[in-house]
């Protein structure tokens, strides 16, 4: 239901931009967003938006990230800019579809020099 990607390998200072798009009988389409999970760490929220456009951001990634989507095509897009080591972690996104909750795959990022 959930296709996620764009994660892969970038210096500190870098950038990504990571994609998800949603398939399948959708009906409704609610609040998308992305999460991510360091090693030995419990999954975090990175940020969301709801169907009519309205954001929100954890606090590690406002300024850098930016997440959008595109309500036609059903995705969901993750800008993120000025890359820290500490960004490493596996992305998921997640959808609400037809009341249902979702989850992607999830794909990796890896931020180093």
């Known amino acids: 239901q959930l296709q996620a990607s764009g994660g892969g390998l970038v210096q500190p200072g870098g950038s990504l931009r990571l994609s998800c798009a949603a398939s399948?009988?959708?009906?409704?389409?609610?609040?998308m967003g992305w999460y991510r999970q360091a090693p030995g760490k419990q999954r975090e929220l990175v940020a969301v938006?709801?169907?009519?456009?309205?954001?929100m951001y954890a606090d590690s990634g406002k300024g850098r990230f930016t997440i959008s989507r595109d309500n036609a095509k059903n995705t969901v897009d993750l800008q993120m800019n000025s890359l820290k080591p500490e960004d490493t972690a596996v992305y998921y996104c997640?959808?609400?579809?037809?009341?249902?909750?979702?989850w992607g795959k999830g794909t990796l990022v890896t931020v180093s020099s």
């Open positions: 997640n959808a609400g579809i037809n009341g249902r909750d979702y």
């Open positions: 399948g009988s959708i009906f409704s389409l609610n609040v």
């Open positions: 938006i709801a169907r009519a456009g309205n954001t």
